[in-house]
């Protein structure tokens, strides 16, 4: 079956704005992940959800980040009044259940704040 | 928490050559260890991965072995290809169902 999906591939923006970046899981996983990757800090965990909810937010680097999920499935990621550190390529995984330790990754969005 | 330590690259090897790229790993209890591989232009993909101490992991030539006693994964290839080239990352899972990945280590092999 088709695997994560995530949109847009590209985002520029300006210093400032909001951006929403969505994935969509493979069906029928219950787990969703968001990490980012950039090039000073690596892979860095966001937030993690099971179901609709989400038990970990231990990640979100500041309150400027938020994420919901709805109907189980699909994910957005917002980030208000970027800043120039957000750049970086935002990674969504999902996993069968929050048993299932192997996660699947899409191929991610790129966010430039200029 | 959990981490990861991997070689820092980039890593060159000419085709056929042994590869060898370490990972040592801080946990408490009884982690998962994975390797993820990222070629150039495409997202993660995860290469092998192993649950318990001893396990071997292994995938398209490529062994690690969960080793409980060096808190260990090294990854290891017998013959490198070009098509091999690309950037692999040890993880390891936290107990918090995240993982926490290592900084990356690039591999070129040179025709």
């Known amino acids: 079956g088709a695997g994560v999906s995530q949109s847009p591939s590209n985002k520029v923006t300006e210093k400032g704005k909001d951006v929403e970046l969505r994935c969509d899981p493979i069906?029928?996983?219950?787990?969703l992940y968001w990490y980012r990757q950039s090039l000073g800090q690596g892979l860095e965990f966001l937030i993690y959800?099971?179901?609709?909810?989400?038990?970990?937010k231990s990640g979100l680097p500041s309150d400027r980040f938020s994420a919901e999920r709805t109907g189980g499935s699909v994910s957005t990621l917002t980030i208000q009044r970027t800043q120039q550190e957000d750049s970086a390529v935002y990674l969504c995984a999902s996993s069968l259940d929050w048993k299932t330790d192997t996660q699947y990754f899409g191929p991610g969005t790129r966010l430039t704040v200029l | 928490g959990n981490s990861v330590t991997q070689m820092e690259g980039p890593v060159t090897l000419s085709e056929e050559a042994f590869l060898t790229i370490n990972c040592t790993y801080t946990a408490t209890g009884y982690p998962s260890l994975f390797w993820y591989v990222q070629y150039p232009g495409e997202g993660l993909q995860l290469l092998l991965k192993a649950t318990k101490a001893d396990d071997k992991g292994s995938n398209k030539g490529f062994e690690a072995t969960y080793r409980k006693e060096t808190t260990s994964f090294h990854l290891e290839k017998g013959s490198v290809q070009v098509s091999d080239s690309a950037v692999y990352f040890c993880?390891?899972?936290?107990?918090?169902?995240?993982?926490?990945f290592g900084s990356g280590t690039r591999l070129q092999v040179q025709p």
């Open positions: 069906s029928g996983h219950t787990a």
């Open positions: 959800f099971q179901g609709n909810s989400a038990p970990d």
């Open positions: 993880a390891t899972d936290t107990g918090r169902r995240a993982l926490t």
